[in-house]
T-cell receptor, first 114, second 112 residues
Framework: GAGVSQSPSNKVTEKGKDVELRCDPISGHTALYWYRQSLGQGLEFLIYFQGNSAPDKSGLPSDRFSAERTGGSVSTLTIQRTQQEDSAVYLCASSLGRLSTEAFFGQGTRLTVV | DQQVKQNSPSLSVQEGRISILNCDYT??????FLWYKKYPAEGPTFLISISSIKDKNEDGRFTVFLNKSAKHLSLHIVPSQPGDSAVYFCAASAWGNEKLTFGTGTRLTIIP
């Protein structure tokens, strides 16, 4: 596709349920990032994938959060046993990695935990 | 540990005047800096970047200045237009680690 695609665009879930958020990066981009933005906050780094290297998971806030990137393309961010504080906009971005740090963002998934 | 800081959460500027948004960083390993613009309900969009080998980069109405000794960068928008009203984030990365570290953002409002 022409840009980074995220689905769903909105997700409302009950506390304690698991959710999966999907990201389709720009074709050919080797780097993929997940960030989240809570209400009134900045962009909080979660995880970074670069090619076949081990992902940088240093931003994941707890072991309830995990992410995969299959075949170097699509990524899924999974949040288990969701809590109300997980409510935020989850943003995915991709870039050419070491060739260019300019990252292109998707429109985000707004997650609301009730 | 906030490595990239935007100390002004908001800024209002008259249309046609210059907007100056500031950003400070603490990590001396950062060597590439970017500005992103974000409208509500949209993802951030890339605006302009600068490498640490330069102290200025210009693109139309947008100019980014980098002062490495002060670990400070700024974004100048001139003349400011109503469509510039948005939240602006600065971001930084280090050679060999392309992870982008973002500031908390500055909400710019252009007053017609």
């Amino acid at each position: 596709g022409a840009g980074v695609s995220q689905s769903p665009s909105n997700k409302v879930t009950e506390k304690g349920k698991d959710v999966e958020l999907r990201c389709d990066p720009i074709s050919g981009h080797t780097a993929l990032y997940w960030y989240r933005q809570s209400l009134g906050q900045g962009l909080e780094f979660l995880i970074y994938f670069q090619g076949n290297s081990a992902p940088d998971k240093s931003g994941l806030p707890s072991d309830r959060f995990s992410a995969e990137r299959t075949g170097g393309s699509v990524s899924t961010l999974t949040i288990q046993r969701t809590q109300q504080e997980d409510s935020a906009v989850y943003l995915c971005a991709s870039s050419l990695g070491r060739l260019s740090t300019e990252a292109f963002f998707g429109q985000g998934t707004r997650l609301t935990v009730v | 540990d906030q490595q990239v800081k935007q100390n002004s959460p908001s800024l209002s500027v008259q249309e046609g005047r210059i907007s100056i948004l500031n950003c400070d960083y603490t990590n001396s390993m950062f060597d590439y800096f970017l500005w992103y613009k974000k409208y509500p309900a949209e993802g951030p969009t890339f605006l302009i970047s600068i490498s640490s080998i330069k102290d200025k980069n210009e693109d139309g109405r947008f100019t980014v200045f980098l002062n490495k000794s002060a670990k400070h960068l700024s974004l100048h928008i001139v003349p400011s237009q109503p469509g510039d009203s948005a939240v602006y984030f600065c971001a930084a990365s280090a050679w060999g680690n392309e992870k982008l570290t973002f500031g908390t953002g500055t909400r710019l409002t252009i007053i017609p």
